[in-house]
């Protein structure tokens, strides 16, 4: 008996070791469930491809995620589509389709209520904000031109040392940085005025902002629809040394003419992946140069609205960065739930503390502008996207390398007509959003069913 175990044992070891078991045939692997992987996926599966696409974690989404565990959805990732006259937002066509409701939000600095240190509300007129807007471009684009490894803050130094911006209270700088320090998931010592210049004339004409009622996984559950999906299968080695593709779970090969690999930017910057043979200099260099950045959420549900009409409030603090930009969920959600966003340095700090420790430090912000007597949240939520292990942060930012689209491109390049590249990190000119990553599932979809027909 002891015998017959011990061989037992022996057979289900050196099965679980040493051989890899043979899946069948699959044309086409996608490597992540997230939208654009699931956007790929789809139009490949439509298109009559035999498609499977292995995900690491137990859920589909990646970065947009919609938590219910409050009893209603509330978004830990993605919450608005942004730029909602893009021709290339399939998003928009998407919300047509699924008849998903939206509500516009404006996010400008100019639509937040401000209160500077001393918790006075601050108002400034349409007037002087139009005077602080067209003074900032004006100087930031001359930047750009003349020094365009400056930073924001620098150009917002100078006016306010040649005296031109003297009228404006503090808190309205640290709002203008802060909003695009969260865009970007960076600090603003790292990006530099010439790619923040190149972003906003993309961005000028790319529309408005849209919140989701009823959360925006209704995008990524329609996309994954009769899809083969593996949860739980975190793929670790991608061979394209021979005919087609040898792809790599645990100890299961998974064998495809091509692979699409849709994983976050910090995963491949992390090598959790290893390629066979490896990945060109260009294509690494790519990798490494692109900027990762970090944002997280903190998300009160409060007994009652104490803050009133206000859609999205600026807190002046020490540390623009310590829980200074709120937005109330009211309007989507129906409950009296503020969020608070967090980015760069300060949004990495946070991910090693408790969850004690933010919400006392995120309440001080708050109570510094409404009170002590604010009631305490009844329910949170705290997201630490840079500790999700198939994450490992939130979105890519227009950083410090001037060269910044040649390194995208690179980043979205096939290699051998047969491993391809998609996620926001290799869109162009819309990096860092859903729809974007979307657009590049669809986009390396397209040209695998040129290179690879059918
Ligand atoms: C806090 C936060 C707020 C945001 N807000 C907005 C917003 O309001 N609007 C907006 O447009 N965008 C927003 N974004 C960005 C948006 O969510 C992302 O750009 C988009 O969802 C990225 O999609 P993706 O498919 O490229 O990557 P992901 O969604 O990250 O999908 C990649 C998938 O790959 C999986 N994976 C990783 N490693 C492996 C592996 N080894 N094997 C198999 N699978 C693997 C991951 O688990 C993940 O599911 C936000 C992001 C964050 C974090």
């Known amino acids: 008996m002891k015998l017959f175990n011990f061989i037992s044992l022996l057979i289900i070891f050196m099965l679980s070791t040493a051989s890899f078991s043979e899946q069948q045939n699959n044309q086409v692997i996608v490597v992540g469930a997230g939208i654009a992987g699931l956007g790929a ?69 100019t639509a937040f209520q401000l209160f500077n240190k001393d918790g006075d509300a601050v108002g400034l007129t349409e007037e002087e904000f139009n005077k602080i807007d067209t003074r900032i471009a004006l100087a930031a684009y001359a930047a750009s031109f003349f ?40 600090d603003i010592e ?37 899809l083969d999906i593996k949860l739980n299968s975190p793929v670790t080695k991608i061979d394209y040394s021979s005919d087609g593709v ?9 064998s495809a003419d091509a692979v699409i690999v849709t994983v976050p930017l ?40 104490f803050w009133g009409q206000s859609n999205n409030i600026f807190i002046e603090r020490e540390d623009r960065h310590a829980f200074t930009t709120w937005l109330s969920n009211e309007v989507i959600s129906g409950k009296p739930i503020l969020y608070s966003f967090y980015s760069g340095d300060f949004s990495r700090a946070m991910e090693d503390k408790t969850d004690d420790f933010i919400i006392k430090k995120a309440m001080n912000s708050l109570r510094s502008a409404y009170g002590q ?61 859903a729809h974007a990553a979307l657009y590049t599932g669809l986009r390396e979809a397209e040209r695998l069913k040129t290179l690879l027909p059918q």
């Not at 990945?279 to 950045?293: D, S, V, Y």
């Open 41 to 109: 996926a789809k139009e490949l599966h439509d298109s009559g491809y035999a498609v499977t696409v292995l995900e690491a974690s137990e859920r589909i989404g990646g970065r947009i995620y919609t938590d219910r565990s409050l009893g209603f959805p509330v978004e830990r990732g993605a919450n608005w589509i942004h730029s909602n006259k893009l021709d290339s937002n399939r998003l928009m066509g998407l919300k047509d389709q699924l008849n998903i409701e939206t509500h516009i939000t404006p996010l400008s600095p």
């Open 246 to 254: 040898n792809v790599y779970v645990k100890n299961i090969k998974y």
């Open 147 to 186: 020094r365009p490894s400056s930073t924001l803050k620098d150009v917002i130094d100078s006016l306010r040392n040649f005296g031109l911006l003297s009228f404006a209270p503090n808190v309205v700088f640290q709002a203008y940085l802060q909003n695009i320090e969260l865009s970007a998931a960076e």
């Open 266 to 305: 910090g995963v491949l910057q992390k090598g959790m992946i290893k390629f066979q043979p490896e990945l060109t200099q260009a294509k690494q260099e790519a990798i490494n140069g692109i900027n990762w950045g970090n944002v997280n959420k903190v998300i009160f549900q409060f007994p009652y609205n």
């Open 190 to 226: 790292k990006l530099p005025i010439g790619a923040l210049i190149t972003e906003a004339e993309y961005m000028e004409s790319a529309g408005e902002d849209e919140e989701v009622f009823g959360g925006f996984d209704q995008f990524t559950n329609y996309l994954s629809q009769g």
């Open 373 to 433: 007597e604010i009631p305490d949240p009844e329910n949170y939520l705290i997201t630490r996207w840079g500790k999700e292990p198939y994450i490992l942060g939130s979105y890519s930012s227009a950083g410090h390398n001037q060269d910044d689209e040649k390194l995208r491109t690179e980043l979205g390049s096939p290699i051998a007509s047969k491993v391809f590249f998609a996620g926001e990190a290799t869109s162009l000119n819309e990096y860092g959003f």
